[in-house]
């Protein structure tokens, strides 16, 4: 079955700082995978995706994401983070019956 | 353009009752997926809707249910309301049937609330 997993819960980073958020992933054939971002009370919005292509994907708000196929990995950075970048990050994948299936989601906290 | 727009907002229950949420998609989109976001769960797959068809469910019990109807606006119904079921119930639509092609749009949720 595809599944992802997002292995901490939470990821403390000081503002100006590089940021990394993890996720791996397990699919069947060529995998479609996803970031979003949640904010308090709010509803889910789209960072980036991997189809196809090159392994580092460039998406919103100065995110971007490297896939690596060897390590089953598609973890989403920044190079330098910001304080209202503070919020909940998911992982997703395209499980091949048309819906995504989401990691647990990383709780990310920029302290000034 | 007008995102995705779900009503109501907060919906507080008791035991025993039936809920109904309702979601519009972004004009243009077919697809409509539902979520269920329970605390410390994370994001749980419930149905999926496209050109008035469900297309997939997740697993949930059958007292979760839902339709869509010709305009691609969605409604999902849960009867015989339990406590566990409070939660935060997300709505997304997307351009094409299935999520290959493109990202999803999520809308703001209702927040659901069983006593």
């Known amino acids: 079955a595809q599944s992802v997993a997002q292995p901490e819960d939470q990821v403390n980073v000081a503002e100006g700082n590089p940021l990394t958020v993890k996720c791996t992933y397990s699919?069947?054939?060529?995998?479609?995978l996803f970031w979003y971002v949640q904010y308090p009370n709010r509803g889910l919005q789209f960072l980036l995706k991997?189809?196809?292509?090159?392994?580092l994907v460039k998406g919103s708000y100065g995110f971007e994401a490297e896939f690596n196929k060897s390590q089953t990995s598609f973890h989403l950075k920044k190079p330098s983070a910001l304080v209202s970048d503070s919020a909940l990050y998911f992982c997703?994948?395209?499980?091949?019956?048309?819906?995504?299936?989401f990691g647990q989601g990383t709780t990310l906290q920029v302290k000034p | 353009e007008a995102g995705v727009t779900q009503s109501p907002t907060h919906l507080i229950k008791t035991r025993g009752q039936q809920a109904t949420l309702r979601c519009s998609p972004i004009?243009?989109?077919?697809?409509v997926y539902w979520y269920q976001q329970a605390l410390g769960l994370g994001l749980q797959f419930l149905l999926w809707y496209d050109e008035g068809e469900e297309r997939n469910r997740g697993n949930f019990p059958p007292r979760f249910s839902g339709r869509q109807f010709p305009n691609y606006s969605s409604e999902l119904n849960v009867n015989a309301l339990e406590l566990e079921d409070s939660a935060l119930y997300l709505c997304?639509?997307?351009?094409?049937?299935?999520?290959?092609?493109?990202?999803?749009?999520f809308g703001e949720g209702s927040r659901l609330t069983v006593l």
């Open positions: 699919v069947s054939g060529n995998p479609y």
């Open positions: 997304a639509s997307s351009l094409y049937g299935g999520t290959t092609s493109g990202e999803l749009f």
């Open positions: 004009s243009g989109h077919t697809s």
């Open positions: 997703a994948v395209d499980d091949n019956t048309g819906k995504l299936i």
């Open positions: 991997y189809i196809t292509g090159d392994n």
